[in-house]
């Protein structure tokens, strides 16, 4: 096994030198697009022989081994106005009609671009690329490791949100969802891949034959509308095993809500939509009166609600602010106990999304079908001896054991609690609701303070408006 770990940061430091090279999101997507390339050539090698008649839909000038491969190949100013000229315009222009996997390579060159401007650092990067063969089991495990440092040190992530949530997290909730083959599932804001790639793990373990394998690769897909995140997640299926990843470069939001049918409904929904986001000016429009808002969160969970199957099953990461916020949040929290069954709300501490974000979020877990009942809270402790989470110290799977021995046998204990949907409604449902075997801690966290505030300031602006509005009326 070569020192994979090694030939990443030596990919890393020789970008650093190259001037056209700017920050570390450029860094993330230079590598990961000649990753890609890399990747795709290992993987022809297989489809040779797996697939019958299996034909390239890359020029064979542009493959890799072509002008890749040698380490005494292609260098300095030729290598440059190669890719430049020739590999970019060709694979931006691919035809998409010709196989699937055009339109695999078309999809994640559309928005990619070459930042490296030093054609013999270029090709230093390659010639440690050409070092791992990403068709060596052992090397593609350790490399998915790799892979996801390389996402939590991503420093520009805590702008929006997306691109990383703890593996922990991931695989917590796709243990309890427990998807079975040939259910279908979606992440409709998938990053970079974490539920699908935690989901593939889970299911394979029923895979029996070449036929389950496909029933696999059909049934799971996403949906991702920036380039970047589009690109990590492609490439992540791909070292997943998936030989045609289905994950589309788009916004599902963009699409008016009723024109949503049942041939789109789903099995399974997993998604940690960006929160804190704002939507362009119009998305809003796309939903009913009652649901309209430019909150990116809250717009996902009212289409998740629509998209999912009667019995669908759906887990979510939330912010505090959607469990106690009110206006459009509390229609949209009345549909979600009126048309599902909210089992299940896990508080999580705060710095689990350190260093994205401090903000304290919430895991939902819920069914389509019939109306909530009651529902039951745990709250998530911080391992023995740690006072929050960083990015040395993330947090851990094995910190949800407990959680997964209360699931299934629930009892009220010292961290869980239930709430009867009569309760609730008194409360305007408001959803924040503390643990009540614990002191009470009068003094709120700064996020709560503040989305607190704001929601106030929008009450008051609002109250505001109708003044104005009758005061202009009587005028009249």
């Given amino acids: 096994m070569s020192n994979i770990t090694t030939n990443i940061k030596g990919i890393r430091d020789i970008m650093r030198k190259d001037t056209g ?6 860094r993330i997507s230079q590598m990961v697009w000649m990753l890609f390339m890399k990747i795709f050539a290992d993987k022809e090698e297989e ?18 081994h072509n002008w890749a491969a040698d380490d005494e190949g292609l260098t300095g100013d030729a290598l440059m106005e190669f890719i430049e000229n020739e590999l970019f315009p060709t694979l ?48 593609s495990h350790v490399f998915n490791d790799i892979y996801e440092t390389i996402l939590k040190e991503l420093q520009s992530a805590g702008s929006s949100g997306e691109y990383y949530t703890p593996r922990a997290v991931t695989q917590f909730m796709v243990d309890m969802i427990n998807p079975q083959l040939g259910e279908s599932v ?45 690109l990590l997640c492609t490439t992540n299926l791909m070292l997943h095993g998936f030989d045609l990843p289905a994950v ?8 008016p809500y009723a024109d949503w049918g049942t041939s789109d409904k789903l099995d399974i929904i997993l998604s940690n939509p960006p929160f804190g986001g704002v939507e362009e000016d119009g998305t809003e429009t796309n939903f009913p009166k009652k649901f309209r808002t430019k909150e990116t969160a809250d717009l996902f969970l009212a289409l998740i609600i629509k998209l999912l199957k009667n019995n669908g099953r759906c887990a979510i990461v939330l912010p505090d602010g ?28 705060n710095g689990v999304f350190n260093p ?26 911080y391992p023995k001896g740690a006072k929050s989470y960083n990015k040395s110290k993330p947090i851990n799977i094995k910190e949800f054991d407990v959680e997964k021995k ?10 869980a609690w239930k709430v009867s949907i009569e309760d609730i409604k008194k409360r305007g449902y408001n959803l924040d609701i503390k643990n009540p075997h614990q002191e009470v801690d009068t003094l709120e966290s700064p996020e709560v303070i503040l989305e607190k505030f704001r929601t106030t300031e929008t009450k008051i602006s609002s109250i505001q408006d109708e003044i104005v509005n009758v005061l202009t009326e009587a005028l009249k």
């Avoid at 949209?332 to 508080?347: A, F, G, P, S």
């Fill in 47 to 64: 489809w040779e022989i797996t697939i019958d008649n299996y034909e390239s839909p890359i020029p064979e000038h542009l493959k890799w």
């Fill in 21 to 26: 090279v700017d920050g570390d999101a450029q």
């Fill in 186 to 230: 979606l992440d409709p804001a998938c990053g970079t891949g974490g539920f699908l790639t935690c989901t593939i793990d889970h299911v394979r373990e029923q895979v029996k034959d070449r036929k389950d394998r496909s029933i696999l690769q059909k049934s799971i897909r996403g949906i991702e509308k920036k380039p970047l995140p589009h």
């Fill in 248 to 255: 589309r470069r788009d916004n599902l939001l963009s699409k």
């Fill in 406 to 415: 209360w699931w299934n046998k629930r009892v009220e204990n010292e961290f």
């Fill in 92 to 139: 931006k222009e691919l035809d998409i009609s010709i196989s699937p996997q055009a339109k695999i390579i078309r999809s994640v060159f559309d928005d990619t671009y070459n930042f490296m401007k030093n054609g013999t650092l270029f090709r230093q990067v390659i010639n440690v690329i050409n070092e791992i063969d990403f068709n060596d089991s052992k090397e």
């Fill in 356 to 381: 994205y974000t401090g903000i304290k979020t919430n895991l939902l877990f819920f069914e389509k079908g019939t109306p909530t009942k009651e529902i039951w809270y745990y709250e998530h402790q």
């Fill in 322 to 349: 959607t469990l106690f916020g009110e206006g459009m949040k509390t229609r949209l929290k009345e549909e979600l106990l009126e048309r599902c069954n909210l089992h299940t709300i896990v508080r999580l501490p």
